[in-house]
């Protein structure tokens, strides 16, 4: 686990308001999520973000491999607070990994893994694209009020940027099938042009001697 240097949540949110979706892909843009989440929330020690598309959740980008292998272990169980929150898009805190009775086979896997608190907050991404901000912490009761306050409103800045990115994305990979669309017909109309003159006026053969 890497040490980052804490950072104010207010400058956090405004670098997240001032990203350029036309200077940064998806990937890009969850990655400096999770980067920007794990330095600006109290108490963070690893942070992902899990994307859940119908049924298949993902984690889409994640600053440690704590956080990594916690996600996937809830979506190998099947059941989680990422997963949980990820579904309701709202917040789920687990106080102490050693007691938690809702989700006790992960709880255990948590600590012993060395996350002993966790909170996951919703993000509504999109219609059908949901996900969760999950953040890690080596510490039990790591997450006061303010932390939590810090959290939700970060994901609310996220979830934003997300929806944004997701309707950019779709915007231009629209305009790209489109501009292909019009190459394409340009291509079909001149053959048709080819092959419309050559039946109005077929090519002369010399005449016999």
């Known amino acids: 686990m890497t040490h980052v240097e804490p950072m104010d ?62 996600d996937e ?30 989700w006790p086979g992960w709880a255990k896997t948590a600590a012993q893994a060395g996350a002993h608190s966790s909170l996951s907050v919703g993000l509504p991404v999109h219609e059908h694209v949901t996900g969760a901000l999950n953040i890690y912490a080596t510490t039990p009761n790591a997450f006061d009020d303010d932390a939590i306050a810090i959290a939700q409103t970060f994901a609310g800045f996220a979830a934003v940027g997300l929806a944004n990115a997701h309707l950019y994305e ?9 501009q292909k669309a019009m190459e394409n017909r340009a291509v079909i109309e001149q053959a048709k042009g080819i092959i419309w003159a050559s039946v109005v006026a077929p090519p002369s053969r010399p005449s016999p001697s």
């Open 73 to 102: 272990k809830q979506y190998e169980r099947g059941y989680g607070p990422c997963l949980q929150a990820a579904e309701s898009t709202s917040s789920l805190m687990v106080p102490d990994t050693g007691s938690e009775e809702r």
């Open 170 to 178: 779709t915007q231009s990979t629209l305009a790209g099938h489109m």
């Open 9 to 70: 949540p207010h400058e956090a949110f405004a670098e997240l308001g001032r990203i350029r979706l036309a200077d940064v892909d998806l990937d890009a843009l969850l990655d400096k999520i999770a980067r920007l989440a794990k330095r600006a929330i109290p108490g963070a020690s690893e942070v992902s973000v899990t994307l859940l598309h119908g049924n298949k959740p993902q984690t889409a980008a994640f600053t440690g491999e704590l956080a990594r292998a916690l």
